[in-house]
């Protein structure tokens, strides 16, 4: 409030503010509204709610003063003026019934115009106002408050930018006439440099440097003295009455200021005769300032008291400066006018143009005439094609980049020394293989193998031995007798399902062999992996010494400096090119068009600092250039250690692979022979099995001595190469057997004859067949079944037992194996007879519950472990299959694979009493049956 008073007295030392100005509201809004709809062919009421914000502006505006919400409308309103004349008031625009009222500050009267250039100018002057006042607030803060000066001397000079706009006024009267503004522009400048001094005293800066601002000042106050000769202020109502005396003594202060200052700085270099001509200058000058204020005291009261203080401190040194030539220096004294000028510093006061804040914004942005749209497209073409053309060598030369440093392997740093490590996996797997209880111990394994070697060993003994008795039982006869079908047909299934087992256990002996060769392949880096963890370490791949001898160190290290130069080229890149977008974002020129004098031009200035920012992009695309040849050069000379790190790298990589593929084959032997032994116990229990159905069998039936051509037949057996050497050797049935056989073929033949007299229908004897040959090798691809069956009764009972078919054919458990076709035991074709009636048999007796009868069923695989299909095989109708009891589960040997027994199927066997050659299966299955056929 005391600022906006204007007083009588001044101090010497304080700035000048300028009287605020008010003005007359009038209604803005709907002549604009009006011209929107007539000129722009848009509906004006679309802009209804802009136009009355401008006319709420311009309300709060005219009212004057200090007040925040003053000074923000204010503001607002200033940021319209430039958008109004360009739509407006732009020399094509029809006239507008407006007239702008506001109030000269030299004589309170009241002016108004239908002129903008006015309005614009009364507006500029009231802002400029409110700065001033806020700037001569801000230096009154106590001296040591810097960042107050430093805002008072930037509010000061946005003031000065502003009265530089006011220059449209007529004539050398009112408050916004040109030379106003020129004397207004210039005290705002001075008094901005006055912060200035007042900044660089309390800084304590250089002497020289005090000096040449308090010179500037001077010269600035002499300016605004200049322009105030133009302006008649003799009135001593007038504002500005007292300013030409109070600027005058504030000019003659800061000239005093600058000779003491400057005369300080020459005496600090021994020129003590120059210190004292400055110091008796600025004397005198404070001095007159004293006097003349004293002679105006009526007139115009001046406070002196600061001139006062400063007077003694130049008598002080002057003093000093004196006693110190007359005792030391002895130089003589320059007169006034031979003292050389104070150099101002106008270059330190600067500029500062006034910006409102991002909240003052321009209300009528979007209304745009239809020169402005298309020059703004057009503009917006431009910048299309320079972003385009920019972003296109920055592609081109990334690309160029990362090609080169794929293809050098420098993507992710500099090409050092690459070391496979050892994965912990390999570790735990380790610690697996070291643990004694576990399966995977190498030692129990190698145990394990030897121990099923021995038991494949004792079943295939077992096996050939009940092999060569049950062949010696079935080697045919010359003439058969009737009465030993019976035995015969049992025998020979028996036969069947052991040569089978036989030919299984081979199969077996092999997978043990291979899993033994596989195991012992593998012991040492079992072993390794096995061993401690330092061992495997140590035992990883290195370079050798003279892998090592290369002197690749000094290029390897200028890598790495070129690599960091490329990192750096990257970062500056990425910067540039996302400034260069930033810049294309914000240059948004469309409401600078509009105010414009001259878009084309304005376009342009804009387009050239947009190429500014282009040229930064490019200058670091081209640096690529120069640097990315260095890194190749440096590269190339570093071919042989890359070439031995690489094979470094692939041997340790093979190390690692190694010890795990080791691992995992131990895991694959364990698991084979598991079921290896499994399957081994499994037989070994149907051979036992089978040896006690055997016996039983021999105690029940008392077979033919067999021909001396059966034993033969027996020796020459096809039972693998292990069994066929052993066969001679097997002891013939000890005579307990015999005995028990002899006695049942007696009571057999008693029933049999009694049967065979009282029959009327006449009996076909056997025909004679060729001696058995077993097939030691299975067939492994076969689906059918083949049951017991006699081939003597092509139309047999369809109450007799018979053998299932294999459980699934094919994958189809519910499909049925192709029937062969029937043959005779000689091999030859059976013909089609009809059904012949048998004659009634005489009653049996029936087999003891402690041997059950056998069927055996198997599966036909063309595809056999001896590669061959096997010839005259048994036909039977599927009506004379024997249904069987389900079976426990078993192991079965997996042909493609010798090591993996997989699955769970059964030992099955098959007889037929129509055939030499019987089958050999692949999968076999021991199974004891519920034989419902009284005959059997």
């Keep these: 409030n005391n600022i906006t008073t204007m007083s009588k007295r001044y101090a010497i030392e304080d700035l000048l503010h300028v009287q605020f100005k008010h003005g007359a509201y009038v209604c803005i809004s709907d002549p604009f509204m009006e011209i929107i709809t007539k000129e722009y062919e848009e509906r004006g009421e679309n802009y209804k709610t802009e136009l009355q914000s401008l006319d709420h502006f311009r309300k709060m505006a005219v009212r004057g003063g200090s007040d925040a919400a003053v000074v923000s409308a204010l503001k607002s309103y200033y940021v319209q003026l430039p958008g109004i004349k360009a739509r407006f008031y732009n020399g094509s625009s029809p006239y507008i019934p407006i007239k702008y009222k506001w109030t000269n500050t030299f004589n309170d009267e009241e002016d108004s115009s239908s002129s903008f250039a006015f309005e614009t ?133 800061k000239r005093a200021m600058a000779q003491y200052y400057i005369g300080l700085d020459v005496g600090s270099e021994e020129q003590i005769g120059e210190e004292i001509a400055r110091l008796e200058f600025s004397k005198s000058l404070l001095n007159d300032i004293k006097t003349q204020a004293k002679k105006s005291k009526k007139t115009v009261d001046v406070d002196t008291s600061y001139v006062d203080t400063f007077l003694e401190k130049v008598n002080t040194r002057l003093s000093a400066a004196h006693h110190e030539n007359s005792a030391i220096y002895f130089m003589s004294v320059p007169a006034e006018e031979k003292l050389s000028e104070i150099l101002p510093a106008r270059e330190l006061v600067g500029s500062a143009k006034f910006t409102p804040g991002p909240e003052h914004k321009e209300l009528l942005r979007n209304l745009l005439p239809l020169k402005t749209h298309l020059l703004a497209s057009e503009f917006s073409d431009a910048k299309d094609q320079l972003r385009r053309e920019v972003l296109t060598k920055v592609d081109m030369k990334n690309e160029e980049l990362r090609t080169a440093m794929d293809r050098m392997d420098l993507l992710g740093g500099a090409f050092t020394d690459k070391q496979v490590s050892v994965p912990s996996q390999v570790f735990t797997r380790g610690s697996t293989l070291r643990n004694p209880s576990s399966d995977l111990f190498p030692s129990s394994v190698e145990s394990r193998l030897t121990s099923l070697a021995s038991t494949v060993s004792e079943v295939i003994e077992s096996v050939t031995q009940l092999v060569t008795e049950t062949h010696s039982a079935i080697s045919p006869s010359a003439p058969q007798r009737q009465e030993q079908s019976a035995f015969i047909k049992t025998a020979r299934a028996i036969h069947k399902r052991v040569n089978d087992i036989a030919s299984a256990m081979e199969q077996t002996r092999t997978a043990q062999e291979k899993m033994l060769k596989s195991f012992e392949d593998t012991r040492g880096r079992i072993d390794l992996l096995a061993g401690p963890h330092d061992l495997i370490q140590k035992s990883m791949p290195q370079k050798s010494v003279l892998e090592s001898a290369t002197n690749a160190e000094e290029h390897k290290q200028r890598i790495n400096e070129l690599l960091e130069k490329v990192n750096f080229m990257k970062d500056l890149r990425s910067t540039a090119v996302n400034k260069f977008n930033e810049q294309l974002k914000q240059s ?171 029959s009327s229908l006449p009996q076909n004897p056997q025909p004679s067949a060729p001696p058995y ?53 000689d091999g030859t074709k059976a013909p089609n007879a009809a059904p012949r009636r048998q004659p009634p048999r005489p009653p049996s007796k029936r087999l003891s519950s402690n041997s059950p009868p056998v069927t055996v069923s198997y599966s036909d695989d063309s595809d056999g472990l001896n590669g061959k299909n096997r010839a005259n095989k048994s036909e039977v109708s599927p009506t004379n299959l024997i249904p069987t009891a389900p079976t426990a589960p078993t192991l079965e040997l997996d042909a493609n694979d010798p090591f993996a027994l997989v699955g769970e199927s059964s030992l099955h066997s098959s007889t037929s009493s129509s055939t030499d050659d019987i089958l050999v299966p692949t999968k076999i299955v021991v199974e004891p049956v519920t034989n419902t056929d009284t005959d059997t």
């Design 121 to 253: 100018a009364n507006v500029v002057f009231a802002l400029g106002a409110v700065l001033c006042n806020q700037a001569c607030i801000a230096y009154r803060t106590p001296s040591n408050d810097e960042e107050a000066l430093k805002n008072a001397r930037t509010t000061f000079l946005q003031a000065a930018s502003l009265f530089e706009e006011m220059h449209v006024g007529k004539g050398t009267s009112g408050d916004t006439s040109t030379y106003a503004a020129d004397m207004l522009e210039h005290l705002m400048k001075a008094q901005a440099c006055e912060c200035f001094v007042t900044h660089a005293v309390n800084a304590k800066k250089t002497n020289r440097t005090i000096g040449r601002l308090a010179i500037t000042v001077a010269d600035l106050y002499d300016d605004v003295l200049k322009h105030m000769v133009h302006i008649d202020c003799s009135d001593k109502k007038h504002p500005w009455f007292s300013w030409v005396f109070v600027v005058r003594l504030k000019a003659m202060l």
């Design 588 to 758: 948004s020129i469309a409401d600078k068009l509009v105010v414009a004098q001259n878009p084309r031009e304005l376009m342009d200035l804009e387009m050239e600092r947009l190429s500014e920012c282009a040229q930064d992009v490019e200058k670091n695309l081209d640096s690529q250039d120069k640097l990315l040849p260095a890194v190749v050069s440096v590269y190339a000379k570093l071919s042989d250690w890359r070439r031995s790190s690489t094979a470094l790298v692939e041997r340790q990589k093979e190390y690692v692979s190694g010890l795990l593929e080791a691992y995992d084959m131990l895991v694959s032997i364990v698991t084979s022979l598991k079921k290896a032994e499994e399957f081994c116990a499994n037989a070994k229990a149907k051979i036992s099995s089978m040896e006690k159905q055997w016996e039983d069998l021999c105690a029940t039936h008392t077979p033919l001595p067999p021909p001396l051509s059966s034993s033969k037949n027996a020796s020459t057996s096809s039972l693998g190469k292990h069994s066929s050497q052993q066969t001679q050797r097997l002891p013939r049935p000890s005579s307990s057997s015999n005995a028990k056989l002899q006695q049942a073929l007696a009571r057999t033949s008693t029933t049999i004859s009694s049967s065979s007299s009282s």
């Design 773 to 825: 040959q077993p097939n030691p090798y299975p067939s492994q691809n076969s689906n059918s079944s083949i049951s017991i069956a006699d081939n003597n009764n092509n139309n047999a009972d369809s109450s007799q037992s018979s053998l299932p078919l294999y459980p699934s054919v094919n994958g189809n458990k519910n499909a049925l194996p192709t029937v062969p076709k029937i043959t005779n035991l």
